[in-house]
């Protein structure tokens, strides 16, 4: 009893700074090993996919790589494998789902890049896998099923024809990306094979996918924002232009598209049909600094927020103090502003689901080879890019676009369909315009939105709205 | 049939390497009876052993089947590797041994985390190289030799609290010469080359750094002993600083600050010291390009992974990939982390024997640092209470910062994992801290003896006294 009495005493004496050392340390010992159990849970996985991490491709030595799966169960991803053992990997749909199927030798692109984890993992019955240890035999590797809708897919690639562009449709609610195509386009099988000649040639860029990766001027599709800065510094939707097919201001001349004249209008009118007078003017009206952060909300140069690997950004420059030429172009969708397919999907579909992104991605879960689920997947919200108010404006104007505008062969018994067209001028030549479509249509509680883009094919009205026709009817006819 | 192996192998020892940790912990709380500590350290052992049997299993099939790591498939390499197996469980039985029979007062749950970390450092250089397992054998043969006696020096040597100006003169000469003539590895200079064995000073300096300090400190009568500690152990850090050893002037500086701390015990010391150790640091990520790489690859190691940040992102990829429940050993790629034997150790394992297994390590370590605390706090005499004190910091923060630079939880300063990583220096510099600290082990039972007696001869005179007062009352 003495003996502790005294060992008590002299622990009491330093008692205290042992405490602030040991629980100084333990503190950071817990936080290390707290970090370690959230790397491994939740952190890894951005490194286990990274093209750079040899581990996973080791992985097929004990795996069959699973399938890809449409969300209506087509297979649009499958390995064979032959009597001698041999693997080869083969795509039912070929060219149409190319770009957003990817591929999986020569590096990896698309799902196989993003689903190539899951795939070579396996969660088949545990006796099956027990089994197969015993006697060598591969298991059988996960599926992933996309959020791919193949019906509409097809519709658009056979509606596209043989135009260089993109197509991209979403669904506003959730963000589950339904449809994903980018031409041109190669045939998946025989990557290898044409490897050399796919990467060569540079003036059509075969490999880009150019849903996610192209970068485009916006044309006519961007009065979507200038329409909603106009709005938004007090402009009513009754105020009206007078449009001559031509406006010259410091010396420069904008022109409508093949210079008609509209007349009379009031901004409805001017946004259905299309004028780029009007949006000049309007554009030369705004407080520049506050159009420049009314596009940054809607996410123009930020990085866009999507599970999607080889985003890239859209972006928009003017500022206060630009010249007024440039207003003028920047106004109606030229100057110096790009965006991708993807990001226009994303605001069209914003506005349609009342102003708040839903993050667009493409695996909807995981599966084993009996069906069983073991990863579900699920879309993150975002955020409103623009406001409620704002979003029933907008549908006010683009839905104008389809009944008395450059959309109305848009108009359908069926369902409700809104929209913008656009006529992206790339060149100093005028007539050589990309055909821009972008909106969204909805029956009941059925909905989906989408951005075409065809390069050089003409105007929006004469090219995308009949791609954007064809997915709609598909669409809505299942 | 191998990969079935290799697979329910992984599970049994991260279940062997779970258990051995509950009983670790278990064995820092008070026992009820001496049987019951016996019997709970006879069950670590028995873990220890299995562990290190299992593993090797697995090694040797790999070996006999596939190469192991040597990708030629051989009979005499898996000959090789046996009796490598068997004479590292001779060596580990050696240094049971040692500690039971010689030393009966020492810790035998000290010894039993030692083996085990010994042994998970085997088996991973056994994993990753035949080399490299061979050499770092006959080092640790070697250390064991050489760290026998300390335990018996610690508890008769009644002088070292007086040789503080030696331990100042060998610690300043051995790093001067390193910053001088030392050749440069990854940034930083750190061995010393002599003829075919290269020597890295700090290691061993660092322990004598800490009995200078304890020599200094343990009895202070005037606040100019602080000052002149202050300006030797400075220099000491300077040194470092001049040879670029970042992670090593990390290790003196915190030592030095938990040690001032306690003899002082003044936490204004400890707060100071540690913001001019984080503005120190924050200048040489300005000064040192070798620290801003490392910061930048700390930050996003895949924005820069075909640079700086390719170590720290495969060391990700290997612990990612093998996730919780590890690939299996043989079954990974452990050798695309860059310097993996040594710094990356952790990584090795993490990925092949899986992240739990990694976890359960990080926490015998903290249970070895805990109980170099202890002990601490047990010792009376001042001087050893400040050399344990100062070992237990040292290697805390040195465990903490290479397996927070591995997990990128803070930028890698590429220090050791102690008796894991390859590396002779390592290996006997950790074995000379776990002998000195048995050493204290032995002084406690030795203070332990004298107290006991103490109250004998106390609870003798108090008797003696009642008696004579009673005596003196009944005349």
């Known amino acids: 009893m003495t003996m502790t009495r005294r060992v008590q005493a002299k622990k009491e004496n330093s008692n205290t700074e042992f405490a602030v050392i040991t629980y100084g340390f333990l503190g950071l010992f817990i936080a290390m090993c707290l970090y370690f159990a959230y790397f491994i849970t939740f952190g890894a996985e951005d490194f286990i996919n990274n093209p750079y991490n040899a581990r996973v491709s080791q992985f097929s030595e004990n795996v ?4 890809i799966l449409s969300s209506d169960g087509e297979v649009l991803a499958t390995t064979q494998v032959s009597s001698d053992g041999s693997e080869s990997r083969v795509y039912p749909y070929g060219r149409v789902f190319a770009h957003a199927v990817g591929y999986n030798s020569n590096g990896k692109a698309g799902v196989e890049l993003d689903g190539n984890f899951n795939m070579l993992r396996s969660h088949s019955f545990a006796l099956t896998r027990l089994i197969n240890d015993f006697t060598d035999t591969k298991d059988q590797g996960d599926s992933v099923v996309t959020t791919l809708d193949a019906g509409m897919q097809q519709a658009a690639y056979n509606a596209f024809g043989n135009y260089r562009g993109a197509v991209v449709a979403i669904e506003p609610s959730t963000g589950r990306i339904l449809t994903l195509m980018s031409k041109p386009d190669f045939e998946p099988v025989s990557i290898a094979s044409n490897w050399e000649a796919l990467n060569s040639d540079s003036d059509s860029s075969v490999l880009l996918n150019r849903a996610t990766q192209g970068l485009y001027p916006p044309g006519s599709t961007f009065k979507i924002l200038t ?55 309007a554009g030369l009206s705004l407080d520049l600094n506050k159009y420049h952060n009314l596009a940054e909300n809607m996410l123009f140069n930020r990085d866009i927020p999507t599970k ?6 859209s972006s928009f420059d003017l500022k206060k103090g630009d010249d007024p030429v440039l207003v003028m172009q920047t106004a109606i969708g030229q100057g110096n502003t790009l965006v991708t397919p993807l990001h226009m999907a994303m605001i069209a579909a914003a506005i349609d689901n009342d102003g708040i992104v839903m993050e667009p991605y493409i695996i909807d879960k995981v599966v ?68 821009w479509f972008v909106g969204f249509a909805k029956k009941e509680d059925r909905e989906v939105a989408v951005a075409i883009i065809m390069e050089g094919a003409g105007s929006g009205s004469s090219h995308a709205v009949p791609v954007a026709r064809a997915m709609f009817d598909n669409y809505f006819s299942e | 049939m191998l990969h079935l192996l290799t697979t329910v ?5 991260i279940f062997i390497m779970a258990l051995y940790t509950y009983f670790s912990y278990q064995a820092l709380m008070p026992q009820k009876s001496e049987e019951k500590s016996q019997l709970l350290y006879k069950k670590q052992t028995a873990l220890v052993m299995l562990l290190f049997i299992n593993g090797y299993i697995v090694i040797l099939m790999h070996t006999l089947y596939s190469g192991g790591s040597e990708e030629v498939t051989s009979v005499s390499v898996a000959q090789q590797m046996l009796v490598l197996f068997l004479a590292q469980l001779v060596l580990l039985r050696i240094i049971f041994i040692i500690y039971k029979f010689f030393y009966r007062a ?40 050489l760290t026998a006696l300390i335990p018996l020096f610690v508890r008769k040597l009644k002088f070292l609290n007086k040789l503080a100006w030696l331990y100042a ?93 306690v003899a002082t015990r003044r936490l204004e010391l400890f707060l100071g010291g540690l913001g001019v150790g984080l503005v120190g640091a924050f ?179 108090n008797d003696y006294d009642k008696k004579s007062t009673s005596k003196k009352r009944k005349q």
């Open chain 1, 64 to 67: 069959i790589r699973g399938d």
């Open chain 1, 227 to 281: 329409a909603l800065e106009y709005l938004n510094e007090g402009g009513k939707k009754s105020d009206t232009f007078d449009c001559q097919g031509t406006y010259t201001e410091n010396g420069f001349t904008i022109h409508c598209y093949g210079n008609t004249a509209h007349g009379q209008e009031d901004l409805t009118q001017a946004f259905a049909k299309s004028c780029n007078v009007a949006f000049s003017q």
């Open chain 1, 308 to 313: 999607l690997s080889n985003v890239k950004k």
């Open chain 1, 368 to 435: 084993n080879d009996n069906g069983d689920l073991v990863r579900p997947n699920f879309g993150d919200t975002y955020g409103a890019i623009v406001s409620t108010e704002d979003a029933k404006k907008l549908r006010k104007l683009m839905r104008a676009v389809v009944t008395d505008g450059t959309g109305s062969a848009l108009l359908s018994e069926n369902y409700k369909a809104y929209g913008k067209t656009g006529s992206a001028e790339y060149t100093s030549d005028k007539n050589a315009t990309h055909s």
């Open chain 2, 9 to 13: 192998s992984k599970f049994t020892m």
């Open chain 2, 106 to 145: 020492a810790s035998d749950a000290l010894v039993n985390n030692m083996c085990l970390l010994l042994s998970v450092g085997f088996l991973i250089l056994a994993r990753l190289s035949w080399d490299k397992a061979l050499r770092q054998f006959f080092l640790a043969v070697a250390a064991v030799v």
């Open chain 2, 169 to 261: 003169i060998i610690g300043i000469g051995g790093l001067g010469l390193v910053a001088v003539a030392g050749s440069t590895d990854y940034g930083a200079k750190l061995n010393i080359s002599l003829g075919p064995v290269t020597i890295q000073p700090s290691e061993f300096i660092k322990i004598l750094f800490v009995f200078f300090l304890a020599a200094m400190l343990y009895d202070i009568r005037e606040m100019k002993q602080v000052y002149v500690a202050t300006a030797i152990a400075g220099l000491h850090v300077l040194l470092l600083v001049a040879a670029r050893d970042l992670g090593g002037a990390a290790i003196f500086g915190v030592a030095f600050l938990a040690m001032v701390y």
């Open chain 2, 283 to 461: 200048l040489a990520s300005r000064i040192f390009t070798h620290v801003q790489n490392r910061i930048v690859a700390w930050k996003d190691p895949l924005s820069v992974i075909d640079s700086q940040g390719y170590q720290v992102a495969q060391s990700l990829f290997a612990i990612g990939t093998g996730g919780w429940f590890g690939s299996g050993m043989y079954e990974g790629m452990p050798e695309k982390i860059p310097v993996v034997s040594k710094d990356f150790v952790f990584a090795a394992i993490s990925e092949e024997m899986g992240g739990f297994f990694a976890l359960c390590l990080i926490f015998v370590y903290i249970n070895c640092f805990l109980m170099f605390f202890n002990i601490s706090m047990q010792i009376r005499d001042r001087f050893y209470k400040l050399i344990a004190l100062g070992l237990g910091t040292v290697y805390g923060i040195q465990t903490f910062l290479t397996l927070g630079g591995v997990i990128k939880f803070i930028p890698s300063t590429g220090v050791t994992l102690p008796l894991i990583s390859y590396g002779g220096s390592s290996l006997l510099s950790t074995m000379i801290l776990f002998a000195v600290i048995q050493g204290l082990y032995c002084l406690r039972e030795d203070q332990r003896m004298t107290e006991e007696l103490e109250d004998i001869v106390a609870k003798g005179l």
